[in-house]
Each structure stands twice: as structure tokens, then as C-alpha cells.
């Protein structure tokens, strides 16, 4: 098996703020509810006309510069999102172009929110043969155009991000290892956390808007219970995957939902909270951004180090759900 690694980190958020008190004054809500059941206090959106493509490139050029390497090095591209430019072509090949990235293959992997991990999980198949040696993989999400700002149990929680990373093969001990990825799905619970409207079972249409099945529709209790499970069971894989045990992880960086799951999870799998990497608080959840966000902000602050022992989970509509041991 080839050593994979994690050679540069970068990310994109947007610079409008939206602070809890924008809800205040639209929905039956407070700052001290949404606080309480999610520890958001603000969340970032796009300004009118930017598109995904504007969020991942930018975090895109900033991993490469971190790797030292230029878009012409790559060999492969792949976007973990569900909210591309348009509906065809894919977020993929939309940011090769203006990357310039002209030697990659570019395509995107639609696993919602763990879409990060789902692509690294990919990078890894594609890098173990030698055939692909640097790997861009994405995840990125502009889930403020998914979002109904008429139900206050939905509207508060979602922001928008880009983060990337740079795969390539180790060549030197200190340049870290990708050492287990875990992906799972479970399509019969496809109801409890979805947008119903713009596919092919409700297609784009005066009377779908209207409806407004065009938006995000979660079954917040249900939700809540799944995720925490099957986030501790995508963790407690990637760690067995590894062989190593969750004492000896120096981070834990958990799909930023909300609060209350993030603590569930980490209380679970007794995992100290100065451990446990946080952003929700001022970003909000934004889907396959948040962990590789979280991660790019943490590298960069000092927080995360090389040679630091990474662990990260996530769940998402589908069910999905996924897990991610790394050694930066």
C-alpha cells in the first residue's frame, strides 16, 4: 500500500455574517434558544451571485500553495457537495477550469454532509495503486440557497463554506499518513434529513416552489438520535481500521450540526472536551465544509501540528455517515 498523506490544507468563508439576531426578527425565536439546543451564535452565507465554484476554488489554491504545488500538478479532483454551480456540469469540473487544473480528472461525490470524508475515502482507492499521485478532494456547500428561512427549525442552523486538502504520497516520515477511511450509508432512513424538490420525483415546477419542497426538511428528534449513533460507530471503525485506540488521538474534529451532538458523541466515546475541535459556534453547520474548515483553521492557528494524531466523523442525508484517522 502506498503512504498517503495530507500535504497542504485551505479554506474559503464567505464574509457576510449572519448573527442569531437576524431570526429574531423573522421567526418565533431567540439568541437564547438557538444557542441553548445549538450552540451557533452566527453563521456565514454568500453574498447574491456567488457560486460554489467562488468558495472552493480560492480554498483550493490556498492548499496548493501550502503543498507547494501548482493546479497543473494534480491528477485528480473530487468535490464532496450537493449544491454545485448548476445542475450540470459537476462543482468538479467548474473548478479545474478555473483552477486551471488542466492534467486532473474532475467529478463530484453527492454524500451530503460526511462528503468530505467520501471523497478522501475515493482519493485513497484511486492514489493506493500509484496510478493518481496528488489529489485535490473538496468538500464545500452553499446550503443557504437549500434553506427555508419560514421554519425556524431548519433556518438557524445551516451556513455556507469551502475547505480542501491536497493528498500526495509521503516520501518522508514526517509528512503524516491518511491511515483509515470508514463510509457507510443506510437509504431507508432517506425521509428523516432531505430536499424533497428539483429532482426527477418532484421536478422544478411553479407548484414545487410553491410548496416549497425545494428547501431542507428534517426530522430534528430522529435526526439527532441517528447522527449521534452512527457517528460514534464511523469513528470507533476508523479507529479499529488503524489498529490505534481513541486515547491516542490528539484531535477529534465531529461534523459541526450542532452542539448538543458534537457533546453527545464525544461524551460517548469518552473523548476529553479540550480535544474535541470547534467552529459551529460561528459558522453554523455547513454540511461537507465543516470538517475540512474546522480542519484548515486549526493547522493554520498552531492547533493542529504535524505529527498530531487526527480523528474525524460525520453524518448526512441519506443516512449517511463516515469516519476519517489521520496523522498530519
Known amino acids: 500500500m502506498k503512504k498517503i498523506c495530507i500535504k497542504g490544507t485551505g479554506c474559503y468563508i464567505p464574509e457576510r455574517i449572519v448573527p442569531n439576531s437576524y431570526f429574531e426578527a423573522t421567526v418565533d425565536t431567540s439568541e437564547e434558544w438557538i444557542v441553548s439546543r445549538t450552540g451557533i451564535k452566527e453563521r456565514r452565507m454568500v453574498l447574491p451571485g456567488q457560486a460554489l465554484s467562488d468558495m472552493a476554488t480560492p480554498a483550493s489554491k490556498r492548499a496548493l500553495e501550502m ?3 501548482s493546479p497543473l500538478d494534480l491528477d485528480l479532483i473530487i468535490v464532496g457537495t450537493s449544491t454545485a454551480d448548476m445542475a450540470s456540469p459537476s462543482a468538479g469540473c467548474m473548478i479545474q477550469h478555473k483552477l486551471g487544473a488542466k492534467n486532473a480528472v474532475a467529478f463530484d461525490v453527492n454524500a451530503a454532509c460526511p462528503g468530505f470524508i467520501f471523497g478522501l475515502a475515493v482519493a485513497r482507492k484511486f492514489m493506493q495503486d500509484g496510478s493518481h499521485r496528488q489529489v485535490l478532494v473538496i ?28 493528498l500526495g504520497l509521503a516520501a518522508r516520515e514526517k509528512d503524516g499518513e491518511l491511515l483509515s477511511t470508514e463510509i457507510y450509508s443506510d437509504g431507508d432512513l432517506w425521509k428523516l434529513l432531505h430536499v424533497p424538490g428539483g429532482g426527477s420525483m418532484n421536478p422544478i415546477s411553479h407548484e414545487m416552489i410553491d410548496q416549497r ?61 479540550e480535544k474535541v475541535i470547534k467552529t459551529v459556534h460561528k459558522y453554523g453547520n455547513t454540511s461537507a465544509a465543516t470538517i475540512p474548515t ?17 480523528l474525524a466523523a460525520s453524518f448526512g442525508a441519506g443516512f449517511t455517515s463516515g469516519g476519517v484517522l489521520f496523522r498530519f
Open 139 to 166: 468538500g464545500a456547500e452553499i446550503i443557504s440557497h437549500r434553506t427555508d428561512f419560514q421554519d425556524r427549525n431548519t433556518c438557524v442552523l445551516f451556513g455556507d463554506g469551502a475547505g480542501a486538502v491536497v
Open 213 to 273: 419542497l425545494h428547501y431542507v426538511k428534517m426530522k430534528g428528534n430522529e435526526v439527532f438520535k441517528h447522527a449521534v449513533r452512527s457517528m460514534i460507530e464511523a469513528a470507533q471503525k476508523a479507529l479499529e481500521g488503524s489498529g490505534l485506540t481513541k486515547d491516542q488521538i490528539d484531535w477529534f474534529i465531529p461534523h459541526q450540526a450542532n452542539i448538543r451532538i458534537m457533546e453527545a458523541v464525544a461524551k460517548q466515546m469518552d473523548i476529553p472536551v
Open 294 to 310: 474546522a480542519l484548515d483553521e486549526a493547522v493554520r492557528s498552531g492547533q493542529i501540528k504535524r505529527g498530531h494524531l487526527v
Open 67 to 69: 503543498a507547494g504545488l
